[in-house]
């Protein structure tokens, strides 16, 4: 099983609303990732799990809240969010974080997301 | 800062010409280095990869790329496109300065048939 699968695929919400993003692989791989896409743009990092725990945060708003509740598993959690928020957000998985053949990443299919 | 450039940022081609999509990266040590396109509503999607070993790098749908490390540059190839391959390409590196993969801004492509 090569997959990384993303719920939901569409997801409206309000400014007040707090609702959250699943993503899960089966692959036994370590590290997981959040990504923010635009249209027509490269995928921008958000969030980097290793080992279950919180490796990196580009400096994302708190409105965003990752969780790793275990190593197949990544949500990410939404609360107050803005309209300029609205994007494609795009999970993956990786081997592990290290340099090498461990560093490739496989993406889900992404939650297209619009905040109204 | 280690950072990964994509010099055409919209191509137009007819089917059957050639491509080649630039792709430089900036950094002196071991990189690995990968090509994934996107399609119109879909999500990305890895061409081909290279982590070591022969700098000629052959992936799916007939593209090919090549490492050249003296020129820091990872271009992708393909010697007769089709009207299916348009979509966004974009290229990524990840190095010993950050394993994360960088992405470049991604070439969008377009062949009319």
């Known amino acids: 099983d090569t997959e990384v699968t993303q719920t939901p695929k569409h997801l409206v919400m309000g400014m007040t609303n707090k609702k959250s993003l699943k993503c899960e692989q089966h692959?036994?791989?370590?590290?997981m990732y959040w990504y923010k896409q635009k249209a027509k743009k490269p995928p921008e990092l958000m969030f980097v799990?290793?080992?279950?725990?919180?490796?990196i945060n580009e400096s994302v708003p708190s409105r965003f809240s990752p969780e790793c509740p275990n190593s197949s598993l990544l949500n990410l959690h939404l609360h107050a969010l803005q309209p300029e928020d609205s994007a494609l957000y795009l999970c993956?998985?990786?081997?592990?974080?290290?340099?090498?053949?461990?560093?490739?990443?496989?993406f889900g299919p992404g939650t297209r997301l619009t905040v109204l | 800062a280690q950072s990964v450039s994509q010099h055409n940022h919209h191509v137009i081609l007819s089917e059957a010409a050639s491509l080649e999509l630039g792709c430089n990266y900036s950094?002196?040590?071991?990189?690995?280095l990968f090509w994934y396109v996107q399609y119109p509503g879909q999500h990305l999607q890895l061409l081909l990869k290279?982590?070591?070993?022969?700098?000629l790098v052959k992936g799916i749908k007939g593209f090919e790329a090549e490492f050249i490390k003296s020129k820091f540059s990872f271009n992708l190839r393909k010697p007769s496109v089709q009207w299916s391959d348009t979509a966004e390409y974009f290229c990524?590196?990840?190095?010993?300065?950050?394993?994360?993969?960088?992405f470049g801004r991604g070439t969008s492509l377009i062949v009319h048939p």
């Open positions: 993956a998985s990786s081997q592990d974080v290290g340099l090498g053949p461990y560093n490739e990443q496989f």
């Open positions: 692959m036994g791989h370590r590290a």
């Open positions: 799990y290793s080992y279950e725990k919180l490796s």
């Open positions: 950094y002196g040590g071991t990189v690995n």
């Open positions: 290279y982590f070591s070993g022969d700098p």
């Open positions: 990524a590196f990840s190095s010993g300065g950050s394993y994360i993969p960088t």
